[in-house]
């Protein structure tokens, strides 16, 4: 009865999915809560046990997913973007993680400098097996508890990057718009608290991703995904799009609004300053920008997907997505010299008179 009951619900659902979709191509039973549409293969003419028992087969795939996992922009233009990210970011974050091991118990933006390297360096070297997968033809051959803890632990780590950019912007608009208060504030205690916050967070945040599995193998193709195929199942399908779209603007939208209002008093209070901050402003105008460009479209594309698979089941937006997701791993590798810059600018001093007609300055 139960199997009747079964297969009764998977011919309605593709009945309607074969509904929305141009021509008489039949699709599959099932849609993604990720990425592209897959269903689970049946058994008619193929025994299951031919394949790994750990790994769930999935078929039917359309043209566009077919497209992107035998393209040349996932196995090579991708993979290859990330290769240059990780030649660079690696030794460039190390040596950041280096200088500022020693400098951080005197210097509180230290600490977040150096959070900021680890969590960047986590993203290059997760990194190294998206490029082995990428270049293998999108077959990953590392297991799938491997699979859960590196997509955990890349996005974990580039939202934790998000946040300690956040960190850096706030830690800055207190010392240049409110002085004072920023003077009075514990800020070794200040920094290593939003940081022990910041990492906790997403440490719980990315349980859901170790929870559910990630690698499916694909028998049109003869590969095994991870991450970038997942089928629908109903008791959670709608629960983690919620999550998807709402650890998107966690990781993202919140830190970005924070960090736009930070930037832009910071520039405005610069320029009505009698001293001539122009490289301090120059610096920080960069830093916000090649923050926006990196991170902005990743996201932005990212928070549409999972609306579009809400609304519609439509998965184009991934293929945009995985692309844009090139620019975040070049912050990554960016933000050493993006250290150096603006360590330039750390030993100078913001001076104000107090009420009491004592000069009072401090480093930014």
């Given at each position: 009865?139960?199997?009747?009951?079964?297969?009764?619900?998977?011919c309605?659902?593709?009945?309607?999915?074969?509904?929305?979709?141009?021509?008489?191509?039949?699709e599959?039973?099932t849609?993604?809560?990720?990425?592209?549409?897959?269903?689970?293969?049946?058994?008619?003419?193929?025994?299951?046990?031919?394949?790994?028992?750990?790994l769930?087969?999935?078929?039917?795939?359309?043209?566009?997913?077919?497209?992107?996992?035998?393209?040349?922009?996932?196995?090579?233009?991708?993979?290859?973007?990330?290769?240059?990210?990780?030649?660079?970011?690696?030794?460039?974050?190390?040596?950041?993680?280096?200088?500022?091991?020693?400098?951080?118990?005197?210097?509180?933006?230290?600490?977040?400098?150096?959070?900021?390297?680890?969590?960047?360096?986590?993203?290059?070297?997760?990194?190294?097996?998206?490029?082995?997968?990428h270049?293998?033809g999108?077959?990953?051959?590392?297991?799938?508890?491997?699979?859960?803890?590196?997509?955990?632990?890349f996005?974990?780590?580039?939202?934790?990057?998000?946040?300690?950019?956040?960190?850096?912007?706030?830690?800055?608009?207190?010392?240049?718009?409110?002085?004072?208060?920023?003077?009075?504030?514990?800020?070794?205690?200040?920094?290593?608290?939003?940081?022990?916050?910041?990492?906790?967070?997403?440490?719980?945040?990315?349980?859901?991703?170790?929870?559910?599995r990630?690698?499916?193998?694909?028998?049109?193709?003869?590969?095994?995904?991870?991450?970038?195929?997942?089928?629908?199942a109903?008791?959670?399908?709608?629960?983690?799009?919620?999550?998807?779209?709402?650890?998107?603007?966690?990781?993202?939208?919140?830190?970005?609004?924070?960090?736009?209002?930070?930037?832009?008093?910071?520039?405005?209070?610069?320029?009505?300053?009698?001293h001539?901050?122009?490289?301090?402003?120059?610096?920080?105008?960069?830093v916000f920008?090649?923050?926006?460009?990196?991170?902005?479209?990743?996201?932005?594309?990212?928070?549409?997907?999972?609306?579009?698979?809400?609304?519609?089941?439509e998965e184009?937006?991934?293929i945009?997505y995985?692309?844009?997701?090139?620019?975040?791993?070049?912050?990554?590798?960016?933000?050493?010299?993006?250290?150096?810059?603006?360590?330039?600018?750390t030993?100078?001093?913001?001076?104000?008179?107090?009420?009491?007609?004592?000069?009072?300055?401090?480093?930014?």
């Amino acid at each position: 009865m139960k199997k009747a009951l079964l297969l009764f619900l998977l011919c309605f659902l593709l009945l309607d999915t074969s509904l929305q979709v141009q021509g008489n191509k039949t699709e599959s039973n099932t849609t993604l809560i990720r990425s592209f549409r897959a269903g689970h293969k049946t058994n008619n003419g193929t025994n299951k046990s031919e394949y790994p028992s750990i790994l769930e087969e999935l078929e039917e795939l359309d043209s566009c997913a077919m497209d992107y996992f035998t393209g040349i922009l996932s196995t090579r233009l991708i993979p290859a973007t990330y290769a240059m990210a990780v030649v660079v970011g690696i030794p460039s974050n190390a040596l950041i993680l280096g200088t500022l091991i020693v400098k951080a118990k005197t210097f509180s933006t230290a600490v977040l400098y150096l959070s900021l390297a680890v969590s960047d360096l986590l993203v290059m070297f997760t990194l190294t097996f998206k490029i082995h997968y990428h270049f293998s033809g999108n077959n990953w051959v590392f297991g799938e508890a491997f699979c859960q803890v590196v997509t955990a632990c890349f996005y974990g780590n580039l939202y934790c990057s998000i946040h300690m950019h956040m960190c850096i912007s706030i830690k800055r608009y207190l010392a240049i718009v409110h002085p004072f208060r920023y003077k009075s504030l514990p800020k070794h205690t200040c920094t290593i608290w939003s940081t022990l916050a910041v990492w906790a967070v997403f440490l719980v945040a990315m349980v859901p991703e170790v929870l559910i599995r990630q690698s499916y193998f694909l028998p049109q193709l003869g590969i095994t995904t991870c991450h970038d195929v997942l089928p629908k199942a109903e008791e959670y399908y709608t629960l983690l799009l919620y999550y998807k779209m709402g650890i998107t603007c966690l990781g993202f939208f919140i830190p970005f609004i924070v960090t736009v209002i930070s930037y832009v008093s910071i520039i405005y209070h610069l320029n009505k300053s009698h001293h001539d901050w122009i490289y301090y402003i120059k610096m920080s105008t960069l830093v916000f920008i090649i923050f926006t460009v990196c991170f902005t479209p990743s996201n932005v594309l990212y928070f549409v997907h999972s609306m579009k698979l809400y609304t519609s089941r439509e998965e184009y937006f991934y293929i945009y997505y995985n692309v844009a997701l090139c620019l975040c791993s070049l912050h990554c590798c960016l933000d050493p010299f993006l250290f150096f810059l603006m360590s330039r600018t750390t030993g100078s001093k913001l001076s104000y008179i107090t009420f009491k007609g004592k000069a009072m300055s401090f480093s930014i």
